[in-house]
């Protein structure tokens, strides 16, 4: 199906685990991003990425790790996971040109306990 | 630096009409959209207005413009309960490579029976 998509769609995990949250899009859009949405605080960006094996930080970066090995797929990292990381994640992509804007995935809800 | 800002909260009742506000802070601005995110789900773009446009509307929907203020509004006409989410803003600056975007913090449309 064409389309962004992220998994797992919830997961709950333990304060110091290591977790990945999965983006993957069809469109082959050069720029893709993760962001956090928070009570109180919007959106905020984590990372972005504009192209294959270029990735750069956002405004909320610490904690997290992020790859670009293809197009497609933008794998958002949570090293050593912290309760104040319990959030919405959002993964996002763009042509980077144009009206579009961005289109954004269903979002991961994570749990840290 | 860029900033959009919005009001947290706005409550109508069915029929009326909603107008949503936003502010930005970026003269150079090339395209300012309207985001909807209904409950547990991501980000859909509803609708863009080009910098140099006044006004544009597409069914219910009527976004306003006014460079001088930079001041973006959205008015949802015939309000109706499906419409209740939160509304974003954002902005995509002229000089600013990817068309990368800016979001406002979001405004909560409740739409009362």
């Known amino acids: 199906d064409a389309g962004i998509t992220q998994s797992p769609r919830y997961k709950i995990t333990e304060t110091g685990r290591q977790v990945t949250l999965m983006c993957h899009q069809t469109?082959?859009?050069?720029?893709m991003f993760w962001y956090r949405q928070d009570l109180g605080h919007g959106l905020r960006l984590i990372y972005y990425?504009?192209?294959?094996?270029?990735?750069d930080k956002g405004e909320v970066p610490d904690g997290y790790v992020v790859s670009r090995s293809k197009t497609e797929n933008f794998p958002l990292t949570l090293e050593s996971a912290t309760r104040s990381q319990t959030s919405v994640y959002f993964c996002?992509?763009?042509?980077?040109?144009?009206?579009?804007?961005?289109?954004f995935g269903s979002g991961t809800r994570l749990t840290v306990v | 630096g860029e900033d959009v800002e919005q009001s947290l909260f706005l409550s109508v009742r069915e029929g009326d009409s909603s107008v949503i506000n936003c502010t930005y802070t970026?003269?150079?601005?090339?395209?300012l959209y309207w985001y909807k995110q209904e409950p547990g789900a991501g980000l859909q773009l509803l609708t863009y207005i080009f910098s140099n446009m006044d006004m544009k509307q597409d069914q219910r929907l009527t976004v306003l413009l006014n460079k001088k203020d930079k001041h973006l509004s959205l008015r949802i006409a015939d309000t109706q309960t499906g419409d209740s989410a939160i509304y974003f803003c954002?902005?995509?600056?002229?000089?600013?490579?990817?068309?990368?975007?800016?979001f406002g913090g979001g405004t909560r449309l409740m739409v009362k029976p």
């Open positions: 954002a902005e995509s600056a002229g000089n600013n490579a990817g068309n990368m975007l800016t």
């Open positions: 990425s504009a192209a294959a094996d270029i990735t």
């Open positions: 970026d003269s150079s601005s090339t395209y």
């Open positions: 469109w082959s859009h050069s720029y």
């Open positions: 996002a992509s763009s042509r980077g040109t144009g009206s579009e804007g961005y289109t």
